[in-house]
Nanobody, 123 residues
Framework: QVQLTESGGGTVQTGESLRLSCAAS???????MGWFRQAPGKEREFVAT????????YVRDSVRGRFTISRDNVRNVVNLQMNRLTPEDTGVYYC?????????????????WGQGTHVTVSS
């Protein structure tokens, strides 16, 4: 089991950057990690995922080239670097963990969730 705590959200203007972090208790290397977001009035959606050993990543089309997911299994931290933000990126961002086999990049089925951190991008 792992507990997740996000940080780094805030309010920025279009074109600016934010770096979200997620601190995990427990052995984070046992889990594939992901980021999800939920915009006001919309369902939560997948944003990015990274394999247990950080060998591969996958992000949704709308953020490819702007967002990068990374992890540090020694520090038990997973990050989401978000560049060239737009108002469409506004929402609550959640860190999530899921048991996975080596090399797996899950986009759903996550078992562990953080409380979320708010990101607001103004135009």
């Amino acid at each position: 089991q792992v507990q997740l705590t996000e940080s780094g959200g805030g309010t920025v203007q279009t074109g600016e950057s934010l770096r979200l972090s997620c601190a995990a208790s427990g052995r984070m290397s046992d889990y594939a990690m992901g980021w999800f977001r939920q915009a006001p009035g919309k369902e939560r959606e997948f944003v990015a995922t990274i394999t247990r050993a950080a060998t591969r990543t996958y992000v949704r089309d709308s953020v490819r080239g702007r967002f990068t997911i990374s992890r540090d299994n020694v520090r038990n931290v997973v990050n989401l670097q978000m560049n060239r933000l737009t108002p469409e990126d506004t929402g609550v961002y959640y860190c999530a963990g899921r048991t996975a086999v080596t090399g797996e990049l899950p986009v759903n089925g996550y078992q562990y969730w953080g409380q979320g951190t708010h990101v607001t991008v103004s135009s």
